[in-house]
């Protein structure tokens, strides 16, 4: 059973990134760190609330170095490393998108060209097979472009955090600091791979009088993104990189 004196949740305050105030006691400046709870804290907090966290806490001021330390790993990081990989996986993606439509321009021209061979009785397999290699060129097409949409997404975002936490290296409060190294470890430094496109093969038949469809040529498909990409509008499933949510703290 919950005890009677537990608060709602709704009632539970939330002290905002950088506010140098104590959530509950709103005249004091949070000036510790409880360890325990995660939390910053002012010196009635800490002879009330959280008294028996004591051993754990330790003064932001003492700890603003280190956090300092993280951003800047951070600023290291996204700029030397994770920005130019992202920059070179958009070039690569796009790259790939350019080769894409040639490629399936000449997968029909064989297609199309069998089939001449194969007369009358062979036009409506072919017609299908087209049909299926237009629908496989605009999902591997759209699956791209989600794809480099992603990355650009990721891109952006960095660009914006590593301004911002340049700035709180300048000239933010130890609070804001904190708060900050909070939101970096939240984030998703991953980057996802570009999908794979196999382009489908075409074989073209040699028995066309017993097997018509064998003689136009069997259409191999592949198995993995670009049928999930055909199945869903070819909207890619990748998820792109996105700000933590503000740190609350109860």
Request: net charge neutral.
């Amino acid at each position: 059973m919950a005890s009677g004196n537990a608060v709602p949740r709704a009632q539970l305050h939330i002290r905002a990134k950088g506010n140098t105030k104590c959530k509950d006691h709103k005249d004091n400046d949070v000036i510790f760190l409880c360890q325990n709870c995660k939390t910053l804290i002012c010196p009635t907090c800490s002879i009330s609330t959280h008294i028996s966290h004591i051993k754990s806490f330790v003064e932001i001021s003492k700890i603003n170095k280190e956090n300092q330390s993280v951003i800047q790993n951070f600023l290291n990081e996204t700029d030397n490393v994770n920005i130019p990989k992202l920059k070179q996986e958009i070039i690569s993606s796009r790259t790939k998108m350019t080769s894409c439509k040639p490629n399936y321009e000449n997968l029909r021209k064989k297609i199309i060209d069998n089939n001449n061979q194969c007369k009358l009785e062979l036009d409506k397999i072919t017609d299908d097979y087209i049909k299926f290699c237009d629908k496989m060129e605009v999902a591997a097409m759209d699956l791209i472009q989600t794809h480099i949409t992603n990355l650009e997404e990721r891109l952006d975002t960095l660009k914006q955090l590593s301004s911002e936490y340049n700035q709180t290296l300048q000239t933010g409060t130890a609070v804001l600091v904190y708060d900050s190294v909070s939101e970096i470890r939240e984030l998703d430094p991953d980057i996802p791979p570009t999908p794979n496109i196999d382009m489908a093969e075409f074989t073209p038949g040699m028995d066309r009088l017993s097997h018509l469809k064998q003689a136009l040529g069997n259409l191999k498909l592949p198995t993995d993104h670009l049928q999930a990409g055909l199945a869903t509008g070819g909207h890619s499933d990748q998820c792109p990189v996105v700000r933590p949510k503000q740190s609350k703290e109860a």
